[in-house]
């Protein structure tokens, strides 16, 4: 089935590891998205990135970093995990950059941090 | 600051209609998008308006006013599937997508 997968679906991560949230889209979308999803609060921007070799920060960008050496994959990493970053994290892509167009979430990954 | 506000969570009744009011305070307005997200799960595209008036699609029907910088979402004929959280963004000057923390709309038969 087309769309976008995310792994793992659930980690409990110790404190001060390092941990990389994997995110592959096979609609040929150029746009894509990591967001988090705490409770009582809106979707907030992590980072994005509009093509293939190009990344921005979004609005929550610290201990996250990203990278998208092709128009697929565009994985999230969190260098030395901490308890603030326990959170359900989701990817996004579309077809359109700029935020014009339709998202397609993946079904999301849930991080804990002890 | 930016801000988008929904209610946080609405009741409703099985075969009933349900509106669910999103206001925003934005710089700048580029178009607003309604999400649906089951618990659990990821959300999922419902609409997407740029200009006033409503937009209708099936059960659901999306109605915009930019000089009041208020949306609704109204929902005809529930179904228990309805339960979920439905989400309301906003695409700013920058075209950064400002999110509302969402409305948990609960069914009830």
């Known amino acids: 089935i087309a769309g976008i997968t995310q792994a793992p679906t659930s980690q409990i991560l110790a404190a001060g590891r390092r941990m990389t949230l994997r995110c592959t889209q096979d609609m040929r979308h150029n746009a894509m998205y990591w967001y988090r999803q705490d409770l009582g609060l809106g979707l907030r921007l992590i980072h994005y990135s509009n093509t293939a070799g190009t990344t921005g920060k979004g609005e929550v960008p610290d201990g996250y970093s990203v990278s998208r050496a092709n128009t697929d994959d565009f994985p999230l990493t969190l260098a030395s995990a901490v308890p603030s970053q326990t959170s359900v994290y989701f990817c996004a892509s579309s077809d359109e950059t700029g935020n014009t167009g339709e998202l397609f979430f993946g079904e999301g990954s849930r991080l804990t941090v002890l | 600051g930016q801000n988008i506000d929904q209610p946080t969570e609405m009741t409703a009744t099985e075969g009933a209609i349900v509106q669910i009011n999103c206001t925003y305070q934005?710089?700048?307005?580029?178009?607003l998008f309604w999400y649906q997200q089951h618990a659990g799960e990821a959300p999922t595209f419902l609409s997407y308006?740029?200009l006033d008036g409503l937009e209708e699609k099936g059960r659901f029907s999306s109605f915009l006013s930019r000089s009041k910088g208020y949306s609704y979402l109204l929902l005809k004929e529930l179904q228990m599937k309805d339960s979920a959280s439905y989400l309301c963004a906003v695409l700013d000057s920058n075209y950064q997508l400002i999110w509302g923390a969402g409305t948990k709309l609960i069914i009830k038969p």
């Open positions: 308006n740029v």
């Open positions: 934005t710089s700048g307005f580029n178009g």
